[in-house]
């Protein structure tokens, strides 16, 4: 599942821009859903967006 964390960064950095950081969040979860809805993911969506949240909040820290 590598490839989905590097597919994460990715949409994190498309939609980088100074300040919004909520707004972005949303953003990025939004576009992780389209993914989560066409791979047909095999984890509850609860539990998919619980760690998508969480890597977003990380990878912020770590990549801005």
Do not use: C, T
């Not at 100074?18 to 990025?28: L, N, Q, S």
């Not at 992780?32 to 095999?42: A, P």
Request: hydrophobic letters at 50%; charged letters at 30%; proline letters at 3%.
């Amino acid at each position: 599942m590598k490839w989905v964390w590097d597919i994460l960064k990715l949409f994190m950095y498309l939609v980088e821009r100074p300040g919004e950081g909520e707004k972005k969040k949303a953003e990025v979860m939004e576009l992780m859903d389209e993914l989560y809805d066409e791979l047909n993911i095999q984890i509850p969506g609860e539990v998919y967006h619980l760690i998508v949240s969480s890597a977003i909040d990380y990878l912020a820290l770590v990549l801005f």
